[in-house]
């Protein structure tokens, strides 16, 4: 695979430019169009340039290679093929406050949890850091935005992947991104979720990004925890509490529990009130969504009432919490279940 340019930073790219012995004006040029969502084929470059680039870098390391978009609510998902011929899959939703775009940050994911679709066939392989940048800025580009006006405002590290499982490409990309001469984001406006990885969190507060840090709980016990997540085993409720309470002091910033609602497993009202014991005067907020049933994982969802029902006992005992509506019903799935299911027709076609 070619290297890709979309991992650079501004000086990065003009030290290429340099070692290439273009003019200097060359790397502001080359910079804005990549932030733009342009092809190094498409910028108007000296052509011995062009191809010297083109030679070592990918031209489009994101493509869209299907867009399916709800009647319903104007979700979009895209399924996105990688240099490689690797797939991943990606969201736009539409809110009152602006589009918001769920990104991948691992082909597939090794975090075992045995709700989730993207871990059916483990990790395939870390994005780079330009690979992540470049869903955004093909996106962008697809709505009508540019990097001065972007058309996508609020970005969510929440497909496929464990964001901390790939620490330095997610780090690198969120320099870039909110890189000021750059696609210029606000890190408020970028949310990162992960599964609980302690020193990872640890280590992230101290790196100056006062993102929206959000953890998958899912469960309000350790026992019930590893239950639903390996990584449990690993880390505890306590220690993830003690890491949320350090991004706090480090960055000011309240945190977010996801709290995925499975029948017969985390539900219940005594669930609740143990999740509102937990939590009771942290700052924090939490969400509650309704499990999106994976065929392969069995697990159940729980009705709509049963839902509410949580959610009220959580504010009844003073928790801030929303119960998140599901977006795109109509074209159906939760993360990496896009992926599966194409990979699976993909494989159901050789078969055949
Ligand atoms: N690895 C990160 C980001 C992944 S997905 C993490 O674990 O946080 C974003 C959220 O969706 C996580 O909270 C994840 O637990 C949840 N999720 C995954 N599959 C789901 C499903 N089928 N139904 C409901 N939530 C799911």
Known sequence: MKKVLQDYTREEIAALVEACGEKKYRAQQLYTGLMQGKKISELPLPAAFREKLLFEYEDEPIKIREIFSSREDGTKKFLFELADGNLIEGVLMQYKYGATQ??????????????????????????SAGEILAQILTVNRLQGGTSEKRAVKNVVLMGSGEPFDNYDAVVRFLRNATAEEGFGMSIRNISLSTCGLVPAMKRFADEGLP????????????????????????????????????????????????????????????????????????????????????????????????AYRFLGVLEKNGISATLRRSMGGDIGGACGQLRASYLETKESKHAD
């Open 211 to 306: 993102l929206n840090l959000t953890v998958s709980l899912h469960a309000s016990s350790d026992g019930e925890r590893k239950r639903l997540m390996p990584v449990a085993r690993a880390y505890t409720i306590a220690q993830i509490l003690d890491a949320c309470a350090y991004y706090f002091e480090k960055t000011g910033r309240r945190y977010i529990f996801e709290y995925s609602l499975v029948a017969g497993e985390n539900c219940d009202e005594a669930h609740a009130l143990a999740l509102a014991r937990l939590l009771k005067g942290k700052p924090c907020h939490v969400n509650l969504i309704r499990l999106n049933e994976v065929k392969e994982r069995g697990l159940k969802t729980v009705t709509e009432k049963d």
């Open 102 to 127: 769920c990104v991948s940050t691992q082909v597939g994911c090794r975090m075992g949890c045995n709700f989730c679709a993207s871990t059916l066939g483990g990790l395939i392989r870390n994005l």
